[in-house]
């Protein structure tokens, strides 16, 4: 039987595994929900299939309609994109019960690190440094205060099954915490279906890095290098780069050992992301693991020509990997902005609406993975990504002026966007000698918002 892909997932994501189906000449379905039946994906598939309202709990979170959409259109995989169900272990289970191939690791596999304190235990027993804090649910505002007295203010709220910058609270003192404790128990049970929250101490001003990895069913286990993350708003990312300019070769190394060595704990077979935070005495510390592909893989892809979405599917089919270690030659830098619907002035405010004119740059090392196109209309329901606009080049310094310029090009037209923004930030000293962190954005706003533009160019 030839392979037949479902894709269970929207937006530029849906289109880039298109993509990597028809270049290895699978049929793909792609599902949707009823606010996205004119959107590129729909048009792009072999075939599309509607599986619920608007509302992401009626559509794209929706288990049983996803599943028996892939069953009635004759598919024997799923792939699940990133977001939505993508690190739900439970839809992986139900997906493989199905007799579908979950192209992802494991449901045991997401079920152990999918867990934060799960994760964190693991990075533990293999000598892996991890932040201080608690090592099992906290349930009580009392235990909070006993555990907050002995790690230290400031410190983190977090959701043991977060994700995205989602669930998790900045503390600063015990009014604080008396303050947000129940609120975000409460929240986090509403997010993320569980009440579990857990208690770390707060790194100030670290860079966000992590590891790309690729291991198949043959034993086969390949980095694929480092990406800093530590451009973000509201713990979100915005750009990303590759190589990591703040990592020395010792720390690059020590790094990839240990996100190894978490791989072949759990016996990890697909791709998957190892997170790690470095403050400025480059002292690192086990974040989490992303049991998924990332929305940021295309830097990794441009600095080390692999295509990571075609060596995902193809080793879901048991496939060995394509690549070795020694074949890896990292070239060049790599820089990614993601081009969202927000106001950014005024707190990424989401901007939805009818796109009226699109125009896209390009030229030699320019990538841009976008799902839009003129008349297209932005919907409240869902993630306000518009596209990635990707460059490459021989040097980090001809990168940026490669993104600069490509920004000029990028005209998205009928909705407010951050292009302005991230098109000043690759103008900002800090940033172009590299001298920037997980809080470098928010101090960069307040400056652009009590400056005029030009001041600060």
């Not at 298109?18 to 792009?44: H, Q, T």
């Not at 099954?161 to 947000?180: A, P």
């Not at 125009?359 to 841009?368: E, S």
Request: charged residues 25%; proline residues 4%; negative net charge.
């Amino acid at each position: 039987m030839a392979n037949k892909i479902l894709i269970a997932n929207r937006g530029e994501i849906a289109l880039r595994i298109i993509r990597a189906c028809k270049e290895l000449g699978m049929e793909c379905v792609s599902v949707y929900s009823e606010a996205d039946a004119d959107s590129l994906p729909v048009k792009m598939a072999d075939e599309a299939i509607c599986i619920g309202s608007a509302h992401s709990e009626d559509s794209y979170l929706n288990m049983t309609n996803i599943l028996s959409a892939a069953i009635s259109t004759g598919c024997n995989a799923i792939h699940p994109g990133y977001g939505f169900l993508s690190e739900n272990d439970q839809f992986a289970e139900w997906t493989a019960k199905c007799n579908l191939t979950f192209i992802g690791p494991s449901s045991k596999t997401i079920g152990l690190l999918s867990n934060k304190l799960n994760a964190k235990k693991i990075a533990m027993r293999y000598h892996i440094p991890t932040v201080p804090g608690s090592l099992e649910p906290v349930n009580s505002l009392e235990d909070a205060i006993r555990i907050a007295n002995e790690i230290g203010y400031p410190l983190l709220l977090k959701a043991m099954e977060g994700g995205g910058g989602k669930g998790i609270q900045e503390i600063h003192n015990q009014q604080e915490l008396h303050e947000h404790f129940d609120r975000v128990r409460l929240e986090n049970k509403a997010n993320f279906k569980k009440d579990g929250i857990f208690i770390e101490k707060w790194i100030a001003n670290p860079h966000h890095i992590e590891i790309q990895l690729i291991r198949d069913y043959h034993n086969n286990i390949v980095s694929l290098g480092d990406r800093d993350c530590s451009i973000q708003r509201r713990k979100q990312k915005l750009v990303e780069e590759s190589p990591s300019l703040f990592l020395n070769l010792d720390l690059r190394k020590q790094l990839t050992k240990d996100a190894v060595t978490l791989f072949e704990a759990v016996d990890y077979v697909g791709v998957g992301t190892v997170e790690f935070i470095v403050d400025n005495d480059f002292r690192y510390y086990f974040l989490e693991v992303n049991t998924r592909l990332q929305v940021e893989h295309p830097v990794t892809e441009m600095v080390t020509g692999v295509d990571i979405v075609r060596e995902q599917i193809k080793i879901a089919f048991h496939q060995p990997l394509s690549i070795r270690q020694e074949d890896i030659h990292y070239q060049g830098v790599a820089i990614e902005c993601r081009i969202t619907a927000e106001d950014p002035l005024h707190d990424f405010l989401p901007s939805p609406g009818m796109i009226k004119n699109v125009i896209v740059p390009g030229g030699l090392g320019v990538r841009v993975d976008t799902h839009i196109y003129p008349n297209y209309v932005i919907t409240p329901y869902y993630d306000s990504l518009l596209a990635k606009l990707i460059v490459w080049a021989p040097t980090r310094r001809e990168a940026i002026r490669r993104m600069r310029w490509a920004l000029e090009q990028f005209l998205i037209d009928g909705i407010q966007t951050n292009i302005e923004l991230l098109y000043l930030l690759m103008h900002n000293p800090d940033f172009v000698r590299g001298t920037y962190d997980t809080l470098f954005l928010t101090k960069f706003i307040e400056l652009v918002k009590e400056n005029n533009h030009e001041s600060i160019i």
